[in-house]
């Protein structure tokens, strides 16, 4: 691919192990991807902990019956339920914005300070509570990098309309 | 790219800006990521309205309490859920659909049309409520697209079952 | 692409239907999107058949109000959610992973226990429940696929970080 270096940014191969855009994209989904996966383990662990499950074929204990609104439980899910809300578009949004072949360091910054925001995010939201504006700054972060990306890409293929 | 006509489809590059179906689908999928992003904004207005926050360390007002199921709100995280549920599937469907190569007019149309479908879903849901079928004409246009490119995707990989 | 044998994996083009692997992926995404798409229908049809409804404009009626909180079209909601917080964050997963040009062999095996125990998982939760420990096992099937790939893919990308 270095040899393509005449030809229009877009006739290069992005998509590929060659483009350390696209390595850096890789690692930090795979970091989310496995971040998003341990919401369900953590999800679990509270359903335990409080022996709260939404269904009468989860009741591992005698005497229990199913039950919903814990508030311990509906915390992970929400923090959970935000992660779907924020990461997945996210992913679709970084991945798009690799087409436009950005400048390698700061497309690389902002695929490293997204995905270390929202593992703060589940930090302090999830395992261990703290007072807002911690969870505002760490959600924004990552919503206004995908809002700078959306821009770039919008406005290079806004004739395509 | 252009001098690539005598392959075989799949042998072109497909994901790049040359290609112009990626970059239909690229605005357009830019356009939903942010709508999607809009949702969380929406939902924060309607918390902040009606001073409706589901955990302790957002009350930011005197004298209010965790709330849960205000309709309000929780039509606004209906309508998200919605987007997540039918959006995001989308987003790798249309993806992997360009991989067939298809009909550039065909293909950029029903980008066009499922995503406007899906701004039209959001206003008549939670901006501005108005009687059936708006939303279920609607819901049902990305739907049905999405339905139309999973059926010519499978057609053409079916032998790798 | 036959004729860059030569090259190093990643230089060759891994998106397009010439590679097995990818229309592996391909063939086994399209199910899952339109089973998860089937799920929305799925509620739809329980909706219908209890009368529960959660909004005004959608009390197709007489002497209905919305209900929230219906076992039978709630736990079908449940099902679509574990959907999304699984097979989405898969199927980016699944996608990247096939820029590290695994094994075809193990990649396609991978691609399809994963998918078919996703059906599974929706048979035994959302269609005709069944006792425990089925739907762990389907669930943990896709899961552990999705860890090993994330593990595949940081090791060849961490020194991206």
Redesign the interface.
């Given at each position: 691919?270095s040899t393509n270096s005449s030809q229009?940014p877009?006739?290069?191969?992005?998509?590929?192990?060659?483009n350390?855009i696209?390595?850096?994209?890789?690692?930090w989904?795979?970091?989310l991807?496995?971040k998003?996966?341990l919401?369900?383990t953590l999800t679990a662990v509270q359903r335990f902990r409080y022996k709260i499950f939404?269904?009468?074929?989860?009741l591992?204990f005698k005497n229990t019956e199913v039950q919903?609104?814990d508030p311990h439980v509906?915390?992970v899910r929400?923090a959970?339920r935000n992660d779907?809300?924020?990461i997945?578009?996210y992913?679709?949004?970084a991945?798009?914005y690799i087409?436009?072949n950005p400048d390698a360091t700061v497309a690389?910054n902002l695929f490293?300070v997204a995905s270390v925001a929202r593992l703060v995010h589940t930090l302090v939201y999830a395992v261990y509570?703290?007072?807002?504006p911690a969870?505002l700054i760490a959600f924004a972060s990552m919503?206004l990098i995908?809002?700078y990306m959306?821009a770039v890409?919008?406005l290079?293929?806004?004739r395509?309309?």
């Open positions: 691919m229009t877009s006739a290069q191969e992005l998509y590929n192990l060659d350390p696209f390595c850096c994209y890789v690692f989904a795979t970091v991807v496995a998003m996966l919401m369900s939404p269904n009468q074929e989860d591992f919903f609104n509906e915390r929400r959970h779907m809300e924020n997945l578009p992913f679709i949004m991945l798009i087409s436009t690389c490293r509570p703290v007072p807002q969870r919503q995908t809002y959306a890409v919008a290079r293929t806004l395509f309309i």
